[in-house]
C-alpha cells in the first residue's frame, strides 16, 4: 500500500503534459533542460527498480546531454557493470515516461515487476548513485530523479555531485567490485596508474635500467631534461579545450599531479570564459575542423585536445598554420590505431622476446568500430594483421562487441571510446609481471613491456568512453614511443569524407543491415548506392536513420574531397 501511494504521489508531482512524447534513445532521453523533469524522475524510478531487480548492486544516473547545447539536458542510467542499461529494458523505460497519469504509471510499474520478476514489497533494497554535469537545469533535475528513487521503497540515493559522466560510470563498476569508489578514488587511479607507466619507459629508465622508479625519481629525471632542448619542452605541453563543461574543471584539479605533462585549460567552464559546447568542444572541432574558441595564432604547432561537455569524447588537433584557423584532426579513429599499435607492440615484446625467459602471454586482441570510421583507419588496421570487426553505431554495441576479446579496442570517428581488458586475461597479465619481477630478468624489456600493458589497463576507464583517461593515455604514450603530434598525424592519411543529413518524412522507413553497412528496406535504395557508388574510385556509401535526432545520415568517402561530396549528395537525392 505505502509503495503504491509513494509511486501515485510522486507521479502527480511530475505530470506529463499532454501530447508529450519522450524516447529512450541511442543515449537516454534528451530535450530542453527545462521539459526534462518528468522523464528524469521516471528515470529515478526506473533505476531503483533495475536495482532492486540486481539484488540491490549499484545502478547509476547520469544527468546530461553531452555535446547538445547548455539549455537541453538529459538522463541515462548506468549498469552494475557501469555500461549501459541492459537494451532489453529500454521499451519499458520508454512506456514508463510517456505514462500519462499517475494510475498508468502505477500500473505499468505493477506489470512490469510481474513480467520481470523483481521482488516486491518485502524486504529489498536498492541503491543509485547520482551524478550531474554542469548545465544550469542540472541541480533541478537531480531533485527530481532523487524523488523519483525514493518513491521505490527500501531504494537508497546518493549524490556523488557534479562529475563526468564517466567518473559516474567509473564509480558505479568500483562500488560493486567492492573498490573504493569515490572521486579521489579515481583521481588517485588515473595519476598513480600514469606514474607507473611512466616509470616503466625508457625515458625514464635511462641508465638505471631495471629499477622501480618513485615519483620523485621521475620528476628529478624530468628536471635534468636540458631546458634548452626546445623539442622535449614543446613535446611536453598539451592545451586542452574543455568545452567549458566538466571536463576541464576535473582536469585542472589533477593536472599539477601528472608529473611528464604540461597541460594548459582553455575554455575551462570558469565564470566568463564562455558557454558550454558553444562554438568549442570535441563534437565542434570533429565537425567544423577548425580551432575552437580561445585559441590563437600563438598556439601554432603546440598539440592541443578537445573534450565534449561531459568529457567522453577526445579528439586531438594542431593548428598548422598562423593565417586560417584551419586545423590537423585526430580523431577517434586514429586515438583508436595508436592504442591498437602500442598495444600490439607490448604483445610483440612480451612475446616474441627470445629473452632470458620462455614466458608468453597468449592474447586475443581485437578492433571495433563502425561505418563511420574512416576508410584508411581500417586498412592501417588491417595491414597491421589486426582483427577489425563492425556493430552499428551507438557504444553499446561497440562495447559489448569488445569484450568478446582478451583486449577489445573500441572507438567511434567522433572519439568517444576506450580499451577493455578481460579479467581472466588480466590476472594472467599480473602474474606474469610479478614473476618477471621478481627473477633476473628484472630489468628485461619483456618485463617493461608487461608493466606498461598494466598501467595502460590500469589508466584507461573500463567502464566506459573517458575523455580524461583517454587523453592520459595517449600522452603516456606518445612520450614512450617519443612521437610528435606529427609523427602520429602521419600514421596514414584520411580518405576525404563527408556526412549529410536528410528530412524524411519518416525516418524509421529505412532499415539497415550488416552493422548498418547496407539498406535492407526499401529494397530498391541498395541497388541505387551501389549505382552511384561503382562511379567512385574509393568510393564508400552508405546511409541510415539517425538514433538521436530526426534526420537520416549520409556517409560517403571517396579519393578526392569533390568526389566525396558529390557522392554523397546523390545519394543524398535517392533518400529524399
Ligand atoms: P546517431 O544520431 O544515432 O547517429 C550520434 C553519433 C553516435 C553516438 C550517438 C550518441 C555519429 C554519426 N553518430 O548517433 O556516434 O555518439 O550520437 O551520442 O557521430
Ligand atoms: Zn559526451
Not at 638505471?208 to 611536453?236: C, Q, W, Y
Not at 567549458?244 to 570564459?273: F, M, P, T, Y
Not at 579528439?315 to 584557423?325: E, K, R, T
Request: contains cysteine; aromatic residues 6%.
Amino acid at each position: 500500500q505505502e509503495q503504491r501511494r509513494r509511486l501515485l504521489d510522486v507521479a502527480s508531482r511530475f505530470p506529463l503534459p499532454s501530447g508529450r512524447r519522450f524516447s529512450y534513445g541511442t543515449a537516454g532521453f534528451r530535450a530542453d533542460g527545462a521539459t526534462m523533469a518528468p522523464a528524469v524522475c521516471r528515470a529515478g524510478i526506473l533505476a531503483a527498480l533495475r536495482s532492486v531487480k540486481l539484488a540491490g548492486a549499484a545502478v547509476g544516473i547520469v544527468i546530461t546531454a553531452s555535446h547538445n547545447p547548455v539549455g537541453d539536458n538529459g538522463v541515462k542510467i548506468a549498469d552494475p557493470d557501469g555500461g549501459m542499461m541492459a537494451q532489453h529494458w529500454e521499451p519499458f523505460a520508454d512506456a514508463l515516461a510517456n505514462a500519462p497519469d499517475p494510475d498508468a504509471l502505477l500500473q505499468l510499474v505493477l506489470q512490469f515487476v510481474k513480467d520481470e520478476g523483481i521482488p516486491w514489497g518485502g524486504q529489498h533494497t536498492a541503491q543509485v548513485l547520482l551524478g550531474r554535469d554542469t548545465r544550469p537545469t542540472g541541480e533541478y533535475l537531480l531533485n527530481a530523479a532523487l524523488q523519483g528513487i525514493n518513491a521505490i521503497v527500501g531504494a537508497h540515493a546518493i549524490d556523488m555531485g557534479i562529475l563526468t559522466t564517466p567518473q559516474l560510470h567509473w564509480m558505479v563498476r568500483s562500488k560493486n567490485k567492492g573498490i573504493k569508489a569515490s572521486e579521489s578514488d579515481y583521481f588517485t587511479q588515473l595519476i598513480d596508474s600514469f606514474r607507473l607507466f611512466f616509470s616503466h619507459c625508457p625515458a625514464a629508465l635511462g641508465s638505471h635500467d631495471g629499477e622501480l622508479l618513485t615519483s620523485n625519481f621521475i620528476r628529478r629525471m624530468l628536471e635534468l631534461v636540458p631546458k634548452d632542448k626546445g623539442g622535449d619542452e614543446l613535446a611536453k605541453k598539451l592545451i586542452v579545450d574543455g568545452a567549458n563543461g566538466i571536463g576541464g574543471v576535473k582536469l585542472e584539479q589533477i593536472k599539477a599531479e601528472l608529473s611528464g605533462v604540461d597541460i594548459i585549460v582553455r575554455n575551462s567552464g570558469k565564470e566568463g570564459e564562455g558557454i558550454l559546447n558553444h562554438m568549442c568542444g570535441a563534437d565542434f572541432v570533429q565537425k567544423e575542423r577548425v580551432t575552437p574558441h580561445g585559441f590563437s595564432p600563438e598556439d601554432v604547432g603546440v598539440r592541443c585536445a578537445s573534450l565534449d561537455g561531459d568529457a567522453d569524447r577526445l579528439v586531438y588537433f594542431h593548428m598548422s598554420s598562423a593565417s586560417d584557423n584551419k586545423v590537423d584532426l585526430v580523431d577517434g579513429d586514429k586515438i583508436l590505431s595508436l592504442f591498437a599499435l602500442f598495444i600490439r607492440e607490448q604483445l610483440d615484446i612480451i612475446n616474441n622476446n627470445g629473452s632470458q625467459v620462455n614466458k608468453s602471454l597468449p592474447a586475443r586482441l581485437g578492433i571495433v568500430q563502425t561505418a563511420y570510421a574512416n576508410g584508411a583507419s581500417t586498412q592501417f588496421l588491417k595491414n597491421l594483421g589486426l582483427e577489425v570487426v563492425f556493430t552499428p553505431t551507438g557504444v553499446k554495441y561497440l562495447h559489448k562487441k569488445a569484450l568478446e576479446y582478451d583486449i577489445g579496442i573500441y572507438f567511434e570517428a567522433n572519439g568517444h571510446g576506450t580499451v577493455v581488458f578481460l579479467e581472466d586475461f588480466l590476472s594472467q597479465l599480473e602474474s606474469l609481471s610479478n614473476e618477471l619481477s621478481s627473477e633476473a630478468v628484472n630489468g628485461s624489456a619483456q618485463y617493461h613491456a608487461a608493466m606498461r600493458l598494466m598501467a595502460a589497463s590500469q589508466l584507461i576507464n573500463q567502464a566506459v568512453g573517458d575523455a580524461l583517461s583517454g587523453l592520459l593515455l595517449v600522452e603516456a604514450i606518445l612520450q614512450y614511443k617519443r612521437w610528435s603530434f606529427q609523427n602520429w598525424c602521419e600514421l596514414y592519411s584520411d580518405l576525404p569524407s563527408r556526412q549529410l543529413k536528410v528530412k524524411v518524412i519518416d525516418r524509421s522507413s529505412i532499415v539497415t543491415t550488416d552493422a548498418e553497412t547496407k539498406v535492407s528496406q526499401p529494397s530498391s535504395l541498395q541497388e541505387l548506392i551501389d549505382k552511384e557508388t561503382a562511379n567512385y574510385t574509393h568510393g564508400r556509401c552508405f546511409v541510415r536513420p539517425s538514433g538521436t535526432e530526426d534526420v537520416v545520415r549520409v556517409y560517403a568517402e571517396a579519393s578526392t574531397q569533390a568526389e566525396a561530396d558529390s557522392l554523397a549528395r546523390s545519394v543524398a537525392h535517392h533518400v529524399e
